[in-house]
């Protein structure tokens, strides 16, 4: 392999390991506080996408505004939806959420089918944003460089949001336990709400980036870079938002330089990220990041 | 005692007549569009019982029955087709050469569907159900879609991503229904044994079913395998009743709508399972017209919505778990004790009358 | 002089940082009823997870029989002849009070799944003799006229006999009881005691009892072992534990005070 090849892979691998950072913090936020795999998490990408791409088509809206507006409409989406499907049910069985959050997951995509069609849309870039540089012998785009540039400034951001704010740290306080927490006067459903919120924005974010790097949109876009930010976040250690950003940019890493250097065996990518799922599981289930400790009965 | 033992006996007697009756009327007066769905409905029904005693009895978590069907399915298809519809249809990539000549009758090939489909659940359970809930479900979902993959990629095997047409075409009733009676009634008596009231032990407190003996992982991946073999076996029926599969049929979506059924008919519950198959497999016809363009006393055409039925069925999936959680049936079943004890009070009640 | 039945060397439990357990030895005799007190948060429950192979110890050994099973599965230990009770009751919450004691009998089942689904003779006779034997059992506690109610159903003490009971068919030599009688009143807890008493010389078990009732633990325990935050404090038979200053100071003084 060449060295401006191998430069070029590196480079995709932190592009697609910011996404996925990005993505998976959602995941660990909501399943760290509530103990839920939030499967509409994946969904929020899309509609941010859809939200963006109607806005600058049929609005004809900047695109700056039209971003603003997509993560906004998305964090409202990601609260409505703790309200409605999850909070009537926090204290029934886990396996009874689950359904519900898979229940939710399915009425968005299907309903993007409905509302849009299913098949899939060139995403407009907006020219600001997305150019070529070049830079001696190879060019690449805008966006490499932009997207870790987002990402790394909205990481610092939640890292500060949560151990500086009195509400990140009530979200931690909640998520260590949610009884005592109420006990020291803080309010459990406004920090699941801005959970929600802070993690649907995120999503909203990557779903984007995402949509600007590969530029297209279709109602079931989320579902398999949802599953592979989820692995990702299990694979930092879930609950650990440090944990979701670095087994976001090593699945990418990984991802990416499997399909480098083994060509031949590029139609298993999407099983690669499953088989690191299955056995992070069984080898160290609280994650690169996480504590293996024995669960109390 | 005996004699109600006996009067059950011939009830259940008369039900299965009457089942029988029904499929011999339904043979002859349904047309084929009529009859592919109710045998649909029977594969869903094998599907949500055998989902239902993993996780309605058993209390585990697992959303791979897509890729259990996906086994079953494409073991029958690779072993009924004739050689000749082999050679024309692999023409990316020849067939594997071990293959290319072999053809099997149907039930062998069938029953070895839901066999291989048992191997896959073993090999898979055994890691998977060292987990619990919702890492059971995204680690078992992980498997289902790493299967799908598999069978995208071994061409010379699955002719990958084209699929398989011309296989084998089974029509008649009677096939799907009696596997799907037999399964019903296997499953059953499971549920009725000593292994059926330990799956539940373990569902309800796996602490205090251990500290009872029970060894946890070995009753679990009993009930997993046996689980994954009916979904192999519903997948070799569908098959055989849509004769063409291909690897984007056995996606999570086919599993979401097994979970529905499970859910709508009450977890725990067999007989509420079979009442939701039919009732899911007839509404995703019956709705078809959503889908389709519309016209309203010829004034004002509605454009059709596709997607709309899934749309429908995740609300529906939502309202259950949200307001109904025990679903049609919750943990009841349908039984003749039931039966009986609301005519003998009919009964008394008349002779009340009368006095 | 008798073999103890069960004999833990040195055993500890850590979660994390925090120390359960630290170095408890403790003897039991066969047929003896022997009490683990000490307040809560002393390690007790964690000392029967690690003899029912709930938790392994992080050190230390446990022998039952003389032979080790430190780390044996939990469904093990129960074949081995180590029933137990729960703190919390687990019953299964499905299943009515028969069928409860039934799942005792299930890996003591001499016939296989298939022979169960196709109703054969030797499955169908085996499971016949189980119930038997359980309703039996039921009546030789009293509870014979509840067999068919749902477990949960019952009034919390007899929830309580429930649990003794479906230890008690698995065929243990040793029984472990989880606070038997939490929650009772004091007529509810001499009752206990009688029945406690009365399985152990009509079963032939040993039992192995955690206990805050002070009067049920004097009352029946033979002998006596105190943990105070995973350390034992104290050993003895009821007199030498009332009159020992360290317990008096640690532990029963703050009951009396209570009192």
């Known amino acids: ?297 | 005692m005996d004699e109600q033992l006996r009067t059950k006996f011939i009830l259940n007697i008369v039900f299965l007549l009457a089942v029988a009756l029904l499929i011999y009327w339904g043979q002859h007066n349904l047309n084929n569009f009529e009859i592919r769905i109710l045998n649909l409905a029977a594969i869903f029904a094998i599907l949500g019982v055998s989902l239902n005693l993993v996780l309605g009895f058993t209390g585990m978590f697992s959303l791979g029955h897509a890729g259990f069907m996906c086994v079953g399915a494409y073991t029958t298809a690779i072993l009924t087709m004739s050689p000749g519809s082999k050679a024309i249809i692999y023409f990316m990539e020849p067939i594997h050469p071990v293959l290319a000549n072999i053809q099997w009758p149907l039930l062998p090939a069938i029953l070895l569907g839901g066999i291989t489909a048992a191997v896959f659940g073993f090999v898979i359970g055994f890691p998977a159900l060292r987990l619990r809930d919702d890492y059971l479900a995204i680690a078992t979902l992980g498997f289902s879609e790493i299967i799908r993959i598999i069978v995208t990629n071994t061409i010379t095997i699955t002719n990958g991503a084209l699929g398989l047409k011309n296989i084998p075409s089974i029509k008649s009733l009677w096939i799907y229904w009696l596997a799907a009676i037999l399964t019903i009634l296997v499953i059953k008596r499971i549920l009725n044994s000593s292994w059926g009231y330990a799956f539940r032990a373990i569902r309800d407190n796996e602490i205090a079913a251990e500290a009872m003996g029970i060894n946890i992982f070995k009753h679990k991946l009993l009930s997993f395998t046996i689980g994954a073999f009916f979904a192999g076996l519903a997948g070799a029926l569908m098959a055989h009743l849509i004769t063409s599969v291909d690897p984007t049929m056995f996606r999570f979506l086919f599993t979401f709508q097994i979970l529905l059924i499970v859910v709508l008919g009450g977890m725990g519950s067999i007989s509420g399972s079979v009442v939701a198959a039919l009732i899911v497999t007839i509404g995703m016809e019956v709705l078809r017209i959503v889908e389709q363009p519309m016209d309203l006393f010829g004034v004002v055409e509605i454009p059709g919505l596709p997607g709309m039925r899934m749309v429908i069925f995740s609300i529906l999936l939502l309202l259950v778990i949200l307001f109904y959680r025990q679903g049609l049936m919750g943990t009841r079943e349908f039984n003749w004790d039931w039966l009986l004890n609301k005519l003998d009070r009919l009964k008394d009640r008349m002779r009340g009358e009368a006095a | 002089m008798n073999k103890p039945i069960l004999q833990t060397d040195n055993i500890s439990m850590q979660f994390g940082g925090l120390t359960a357990v630290s170095e408890l030895s403790i003897q039991v005799l066969p047929g003896e009823i022997v009490g683990l007190i000490g307040p809560n948060g002393a390690g007790k429950t964690t000392v029967f997870n690690m003899i029912t192979g709930v938790y392994t110890p992080t050190l230390g050994k446990i022998y039952y029989q003389g032979n080790e099973i430190t780390g044996l599965k939990p469904d093990r230990i129960t074949s081995l002849g180590v029933a137990r009770t729960f703190q919390n009751i687990r019953l299964f919450e499905s299943m009515s009070v028969l069928e409860n004691v039934m799942i005792s009998k299930h890996v003591r089942l001499n016939a296989s799944l298939a022979e169960a689904v196709l109703g054969l003779p030797r499955y169908t006779n085996n499971r016949k003799a189980q119930k038997e034997e359980c309703i039996e059992l039921l009546k030789r506690v009293e509870l014979e006229d509840v067999i068919n109610e749902p477990a949960v159903s019952l009034p919390y003490g007899k929830q309580r006999r429930l649990e003794i009971v479906r230890a008690l068919a698995t065929n243990p030599q040793l029984l472990l009881l989880d606070e038997p009688a939490a929650g009772m009143n004091p007529n509810e807890s001499i009752e206990l005691m009688q029945f406690i008493r009365r399985i152990r010389d009509e079963f032939h078990i040993t039992v192995l009892m955690i206990e805050h009732h002070m009067e049920v633990v004097m009352g029946i325990c033979e002998r006596i072992y105190v943990l105070d935050y995973g350390l034992t404090l104290a050993q003895g038979n009821p007199e030498q534990i009332q009159n020992n200053e360290k317990v008096i100071e640690a532990y029963l003084g703050v009951v009396e005070l209570d009192a």
């Open chain 1, 1 to 297: 392999m060449s060295m401006d090849i191998l430069l070029q892979n590196i480079a995709n691998s932190i592009t697609l390991g910011s996404l996925y950072a990005l993505i998976a913090i959602g995941y660990t936020m909501v399943y760290g506080i509530i103990r839920l795999i939030n499967f509409a998490h994946a969904d929020l990408l899309m509609v941010a996408a859809y939200i963006a791409f109607y806005g600058i088509l049929i609005f004809t809206l900047p695109w700056w505004v039209a971003f603003l507006i997509a993560i906004a409409l998305t964090a409202l989406l990601g609260i409505s939806i703790e309200k409605v499907a999850y909070k009537p049910l926090r204290s029934s069985p886990r396996i009874t959420v689950l359904i519900s959050a898979i229940g939710v997951s399915f009425l968005l995509e299907n309903l993007g089918i409905v509302a849009i069609g299913a098949r899939p849309k060139p995403f407009p870039r907006p020219e600001e944003l997305v150019w070529n540089i070049h830079l001696g012998d190879i060019s690449f785009l805008s966006l490499t460089i932009i997207i870790p540039i987002v990402t790394f400034i909205l990481l610092a951001a939640i890292i500060f949001l949560v151990k500086k704010t009195k509400i990140g740290i009530a979200m931690r306080a909640v998520s260590k336990d949610v009884e005592t927490a109420g006990l020291m006067a803080v309010d459990a459903n406004r920090v699941i709400s801005t959970t929600f919120a802070v993690g649907s924005s995120l999503a909203a974010i990557g779903g984007i980036l995402w949509s600007m790097q590969y530029p297209q949109v279709d109602p079931l876009m989320g579902v398999f870079p949802g599953l592979k930010c989820f692995i990702a976040a299990v694979l930092g250690g879930i609950g650990s938002i440090p944990g979701a950003m670095l087994g976001g940019f090593v699945l990418g890493f990984l991802e990416i330089m499997l399909v480098a250097f083994f060509p031949h065996i590029s139609g298993y990518r999407d099983a690669f990220a499953f088989v690191i799922l299955i056995l992070i599981l069984l080898f160290r289930p609280g994650g690169i990041l996480g504590e293996n400790v024995v669960e109390k009965v």
